[in-house]
T-cell receptor
Framework: DVKVTQSSRYLVKRTGEKVFLECVQDMDHENMFWYRQDPGLGLRLIYFSYDVKMKEKGDIPEGYSVSREKKERFSLILESASTNQTSMYLC????????????FGEGSWLTVV | RKEVEQDPGPFNVPEGATVAFNCTYS??????FFWYRQDCRKEPKLLMSVYSSGNEDGRFTAQLNRASQYISLLIRDSKLSDSATYLC????????????FGGGTRLMVKP
């Protein structure tokens, strides 16, 4: 089975702190994504990466950056956390040999106070 | 108009009932379609892909209507454990980076 692992499940950070969210997938997928999910707004794409060291902005990249130094790992960085970044963050991966299905990690619940 | 639209619900149904959800999409060139299930405070998980010919998996049936640009999910003999949010997902180009999610339809199955 495909496994997408988000190492930090629940975090509480202070405004202005730098936050790292790590995601690792074990299926050799080319594509990896970071979404945030908020009540009433659904899933929104922050950034995605289609290859090592490649990244593309999604719909809401402001306030975030990403890093993909290795194929299996995609990190989301909040350079200076703000309260409006309190949310659930979902990492996902997609690609061969899993066909046309996107797989999600368990989610990281971030609260910024 | 949103690219993928779903009735947010909640749909409150008794156990054993049949319930159906629709999801409309705006991009007529969309290539692939999925239903995901998301439990409260959990990640979405693939329920089933939706094929042009329709497909069935046990109590669940998914249909695609390209002419009217919607997909549907039918759940027969609802169980309490079916209570969840059902997300419609549309992929315009099979590349993953254009995946578009509906806002989800919440289903609550009552005893």
């Amino acid at each position: 089975d495909v496994k997408v692992t988000q190492s930090s499940r629940y975090l509480v950070k202070r405004t202005g702190e730098k936050v790292f969210l790590e995601c690792v997938q074990d299926m050799d997928h080319e594509n990896m994504f970071w979404y945030r999910q908020d009540p009433g707004l659904g899933l929104r794409l922050i950034y995605f990466s289609y290859d090592v060291k490649m990244k593309e902005k999604g719909d809401i990249p402001e306030g975030y950056s990403v890093s993909r130094e290795k194929k299996e790992r995609f990190s989301l960085i909040l350079e200076s956390a703000s309260t409006n970044q309190t949310s659930m963050y979902l990492c996902a991966s997609f690609g061969n040999p899993s066909g046309n299905t996107i797989y999600f990690g368990e989610g990281s619940w971030l609260t910024v106070v | 108009r949103k690219e993928v639209e779903q009735d947010p619900g909640p749909f409150n149904v008794p156990e054993g009932a049949t319930v159906a959800f629709n999801c409309t999409y705006s991009n007529s060139a969309s290539q692939s379609f999925f239903w995901y299930r998301q439990d409260c405070r959990k990640e979405p998980k693939l329920l089933m892909s939706v094929y042009s010919s329709g497909n069935e998996d046990g109590r669940f049936t998914a249909q695609l209507n390209r002419a009217s640009q919607y997909i549907s999910l039918l759940i027969r003999d609802s169980k309490l454990s079916d209570s969840a949010t059902y997300l419609c997902v549309v992929n315009p180009n099979n590349a993953g980076n254009m995946l578009t999610f509906g806002g989800g339809t919440r289903l609550m199955v009552k005893p």
